[in-house]
């Protein structure tokens, strides 16, 4: 008999640690991705490669884009991987009108500012800690990203802050929920929703943005990562939206794109 329960016990703690050895992959197993998935190369033509040799690829001259590294003791939380940071800063070499839903450190708009040209206007919606004292959760909000949005709210100064391309960026400290954007129809190149990721803030924010985005711009949203607890809202958002509205998810990236062209 103690002998058939210590064989249980082994057989669970070797189950549980299967577990939490491969969580990432059965996760993935789990939670299917429902968005269709597409190669960056179908994304825009400034992604194709050129062949360098036979088992070698490279980005063409268009797609080389400036950048830096935020070093892993700024404890910079919510931030782009450098791979989504690389594709933003590319994409951000065409437009000419960008909008951010959230700042945070401000790394992506530091990026979309340095990369963009002269003339290009960066407009931002973000908290800090004077604007998040009294915000409420709305009942259908995951806890987690509601906590989050607390504790990513936490700066009035950013990565750009004193540079010389600060002058491109206009930061508006306000709840996107309280946003007017009537006053921006249909005028953005590229809007980038990293803002909140309750259900609430992320279809408020996907929604106004559906209505200032430009003929031919593109809306990226980020965190689209089934599974993940912090990133509940925006992929049942989006998955529930993307019957209607042709949202695809780039390959190997948390990054969704909808395309006001296609
Ligand atoms: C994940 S961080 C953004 C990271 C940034 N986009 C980047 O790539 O480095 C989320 C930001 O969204 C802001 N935010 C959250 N809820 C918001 C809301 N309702 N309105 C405006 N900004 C919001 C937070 O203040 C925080 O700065």
């Not at 954007?181 to 190149?189: G, V």
């Not at 985005?213 to 989006?238: E, M």
Request: aromatic fraction near 10%.
């Amino acid at each position: 008999m103690t002998k058939d329960i210590i064989i249980l016990i082994l057989l669970l703690i070797i189950l549980l640690l299967t577990y939490f050895i491969n969580k990432k992959k059965i996760k993935r197993l789990i939670y299917k991705n429902k968005i269709k998935k597409i190669n960056l190369s179908e994304l825009d033509q400034i992604f194709n490669e050129k062949l360098i040799s036979e088992n070698l690829k490279g980005p063409k001259e268009d797609a080389i884009v400036k950048s830096f590294i935020i070093s892993p003791q700024n404890k910079v939380v919510g931030i782009t991987s450098d791979y989504e940071a690389w594709i933003i800063s590319v994409l951000s070499k065409k437009s000419n009108n960008i909008f951010e839903f959230g700042v945070g450190s401000g790394k992506t708009t530091y990026l979309m500012a340095l990369n963009s040209n002269k003339d290009t206007k960066i407009t931002c919606l973000t908290l800090g800690p004077d604007q998040v004292k009294n915000l409420e959760k709305e009942s259908t909000d995951n806890k987690i990203s509601f906590r989050n949005i607390i504790n990513e709210s936490i700066y009035q100064k950013f990565l750009f802050s004193g540079t010389d391309v600060e002058n491109k960026i206009n930061i508006i400290f306000e709840n996107s929920i309280n946003f007017d954007e009537s006053k921006h129809l249909n005028k953005f190149d590229l809007i980038f929703i990293d803002g909140g990721h309750t259900y609430s803030v992320v279809k408020n924010d996907t929604e106004k943005s559906f209505k200032m985005i430009n003929k031919n711009g593109i809306i990226l949203w980020h965190d689209y990562v089934p599974g993940k607890q912090s990133s509940k809202d925006v992929v049942n958002y989006l998955n529930e939206i993307s019957k209607e509205k042709n949202i695809l998810n780039i390959r190997h990236t948390s990054l969704c794109v909808f395309r006001n062209s296609d």
